[in-house]
């Protein structure tokens, strides 16, 4: 049988659409051999790994407007708008994450982060990670909210969408023929394409700027992205994957993050999905 992949783009608070997504594959019983997540995609892994279904509807819902979560109090003490140490600690006790489920599973799960020192991504699988909740947290910590970057290894990381924005050529580099990629932006949507540096890059030069071979990489961010879609969804139309993708526009960021909202965009994932589970499942079941 072939083996499965599953790969999950990030895009900040828009990951409530994947949630709604994953959900619907938790409940319909479907796997894969391996997940990939990029930022906010790998928090969404490593609930679909561990099963657990609803959680990361509930962490958006409860604490996406929680300033212990998301505050300037935690830029200013803590080095990240994000703080990651509540959420992995204080936010799991509270909505449980079953961690001993997703370390026994046979799902392979890997977080994409960014080496600052490289300017290159980095892949941090569950089987070779000593500290794979360092990963994720790398994985989503976005430049210019993040001051302090992620220290693993002797090395720094931030999140993987500069290098890997939709880690599906990964996936399928590692040997997965059968590879299904979430996207939480419609299809043909694209960033910028006039050839100037991404928004923000000489504020991120300056706030990294120890490290040039990272805030040249964010410079090329767009680009990048813009490269990451076209192949995906040439792949796509190849059959050489099966993409899910919103099938309107998501109006979330950081300022725009009210329940409501949310709500909206979470059911819009589940909508999208039990849509295309005819195609998915026959795609997946197929010998090609």
Same mark, same amino acid.
């Given at each position: 049988m072939a ?5 999950l783009?990030?895009?900040?608070i ?9 959900d619907?594959?938790l409940?319909? /019983?479907?796997?894969? @051999?391996a997940?990939y997540?990029?930022? &906010?995609? *790998? ?5 679909? !790994?561990?099963?657990d279904r609803?959680?990361t509807?509930?962490i ?28 992995f600690?204080q936010?799991?006790k ?5 961690e ?19 300017g ?5 699988s ?5 500290d794979?909740y360092?990963a994720?947290a790398?994985?989503?910590s976005?430049?210019?909210?993040t001051?302090?970057?992620?220290e693993?290894?002797?090395k720094h990381?931030?999140? /993987?969408?500069?290098? @890997? ?5 990964r &996936?399928? *580099?590692?040997?997965y023929?059968?590879? !299904? ?7 043909g ?16 030069k300056?706030?990294y700027?120890?490290?040039p071979a990272?805030?040249k ?6 680009a990048?992205y813009?490269?990451?879609?076209d ?6 139309k ?6 899910i993708?919103?099938s ?6 950081l ?10 965009v979470?059911?819009l994932g ?9 195609a998915?499942r026959?795609?997946?079941?197929s010998?090609?």
């Open positions: 083996a499965k992949a599953l790969v783009q990030g895009g900040g828009r990951g409530v659409y994947t949630a709604g997504v994953l619907v594959l409940d319909e /019983g479907i796997s894969f @051999d997940v997540g990029t930022s &906010a995609g *790998s928090l969404n892994g490593m609930d679909f !790994v561990s099963q609803g959680r509807y509930q958006y819902m409860k604490y996406m407007r929680s300033t212990r979560f998301v505050s300037i109090t935690n830029w200013l003490f803590k080095g990240s708008l994000f703080d990651f140490d509540y959420l600690n936010v799991a509270k909505i449980p994450f079953h001993e489920e997703f370390q026994k599973s046979q799902t392979e799960f890997t977080a994409v982060a960014t080496c600052l020192e490289e290159k991504a980095a892949y941090f569950k089987s070779s990670c000593r794979i360092a994720v790398a994985s989503s976005l430049p210019r909210v001051p302090k970057p992620v693993i290894g002797g990381f931030l999140d /993987g969408g500069p290098t @890997d924005p939709i880690p599906y050529e &996936a399928a *580099s590692d040997g023929s059968k590879i !299904v990629v979430v996207l939480t932006r419609p299809l949507f694209r960033k910028r394409e006039d050839g100037k540096p991404t928004k923000g890059t000489s504020k991120v300056k706030m700027r120890d490290y990272f805030w990489a964010y410079a090329d961010w767009d990048v813009n490269q990451e879609m192949v995906v969804e040439a792949s796509g190849e059959g050489k994957c099966l993409l993708a919103p309107r526009s998501i109006d979330l960021s300022t725009k993050r009210g329940k409501k909202r949310l709500n909206e979470y059911h589940i909508e999208d999905a039990k849509t295309i589970l005819p998915l026959g795609y997946l079941s010998g090609k």
